[in-house]
């Protein structure tokens, strides 16, 4: 039996980790999660103690994520793009980390947006400067958008996120923007999608985007799991396409089962799992409009 950590800054029960559990216990694989509730100040030692000892790795939650990506001796591809490790996976004394979110926002827009990647629109508002919003820029980058506006309440940590996605953002516009309801809706007046991973939907049911700044057909993706938001509700009521980010969600949680166990996750056992946990009666597609 490996150990496997979820490393947090809460004892809280999750939903990522009550999804994990679940596939985990349905599979019968020899992996036994625990929950490490660190700070910030004692990730380094935590991250080191998974070098020894029966550890398949860890599960880092926020406000982790950043920090732990310069812990590791080795980041995937997408962990390397956002600056973020979600996952780490042990191979000897050696710690490599990866980035499922990303797989999570891939797959929660090729859902959204139109089928053909030629015809997604070239700009877009993303709303967050944390693990989710790293992982929005790092899709939004590879799918070809010309133009990223990212709004943070703390304009510094925007910025942050734009300095780190530099070097790959040379061929198009990345930009920090202060939270101004006249910028934000000049912003939104030229982009098709808006990816809302700022959180604030989850806290209450106030959308973060006032309703006369969104306009006509917006492409929305809320990334709150369980409910349709004032946002999405909002924007569909102008015509838009929104979904939540229940989709995104399960897809990062069968990338993160494969790299854990080698196999594939049911996908029912997972959803169950996540409805279970959110307190949901178990729903289909989180699309939502024409």
Request: charged content about 25%.
């Amino acid at each position: 039996m490996q150990r496997l950590p979820v490393i947090g800054q809460t004892s809280t029960h999750n939903a990522f980790e009550a999804v994990q559990r679940a596939a985990i216990e349905a599979v019968g694989a020899a992996l036994e999660i625990e929950r490490w509730e660190r700070r910030p100040h004692q990730l380094a030692d935590a991250i080191d103690e998974l070098r020894d000892g029966p550890f398949a790795g860890a599960l880092v939650l926020a406000p982790h994520k950043e920090r732990a990506a310069g812990l590791v001796n080795a980041l995937s591809e997408d962990a390397k793009a956002t600056g973020a490790v979600n996952v780490i996976i042990r191979d000897g004394t050696k710690l490599r980390g990866h980035n499922t979110d990303v797989d999570g926002l891939r797959a929660g827009l090729t859902d959204l947006l139109p089928r053909a990647q030629g015809k997604w629109p070239r700009a877009a508002v993303v709303l967050g400067a944390g693990g989710g919003a790293r992982a929005a820029v790092a899709v939004l980058v590879g799918g070809g958008f010309q133009r990223i506006a990212l709004f943070n309440r703390h304009l510094h940590r925007a910025e942050a996120v734009v300095t780190h996605f530099t070097r790959i953002t040379r061929h198009m516009e990345l930009r920090a923007r202060p939270w101004h309801e006249t910028i934000l809706e000049a912003e939104l007046s030229k982009a098709g999608l808006l990816v809302d991973a700022s959180g604030l939907g989850a806290e209450s049911d106030e959308s973060p985007v006032p309703a006369e700044l969104l306009p006509e057909d917006l492409n929305v993706l809320d990334l709150v799991l369980d409910r349709t938001t004032s946002l999405m509700r909002d924007a569909k009521e102008r015509g838009g396409t929104v979904a939540n980010g229940r989709a995104s969600f399960l897809a990062s949680s069968e990338a993160t089962f494969r790299l854990l166990t080698g196999a594939d996750a049911s996908s029912d056992v997972m959803r169950q799992a996540l409805d279970t946990e959110l307190g949901l009666p178990e729903e289909g597609a989180a699309v939502v409009g024409d």
